[in-house]
């Protein structure tokens, strides 16, 4: 199994950048497909991009061109780079790890993934 540490959460101003990052521990992230999640206080939680063992990236519409998954192998850590926050990103990210081959019906199903971190905090004023 794999451990997974989120960090780089934080308060930005709307119109601000942030990267989250994501240490995996344990088994290889490349062994998994790795998704950033996402929940709003009163909201379930969404998925909000995912990478696939070989690179592929999916988004969500509502992040699609203002963020960017990535992966770095060698670290054994995976990023969300997050620009032009607006206010209704605020949330707790998760990073999350599920299998490496996922049906394209359930690509943005939060219920695929196995292993989550603790969660980090992202705040965007207004």
């Known amino acids: 199994q794999v451990q997974l540490v989120e960090s780089g959460g934080g308060l930005v101003q709307a119109g601000g950048s942030l990267r989250l990052s994501c240490a995996a521990s344990g088994r290889s992230a490349s062994s998994y497909s790795m998704g950033w999640l996402r929940q709003a206080r009163g909201k379930e939680r969404e998925v909000v991009a995912r990478i696939t063992w070989s690179g592929t990236t999916y988004y969500a519409d509502s992040v699609k061109g203002r963020f960017t998954i990535s992966r770095d192998n060698a670290k054994n850590t995976v990023y969300l780079q997050m620009n032009s926050l607006k206010p209704e990103d605020t949330a707790v990210y998760y990073c999350?790890?599920?299998?490496?081959?996922?049906?394209?019906?359930?690509?943005?199903?939060?219920?695929?993934?196995?292993?989550w971190g603790q969660g980090t905090q992202v705040t965007v004023s207004s």
């Open positions: 999350a790890a599920g299998p490496r081959f996922i049906p394209a019906t359930m690509r943005f199903d939060p219920g695929v993934y196995d292993y």
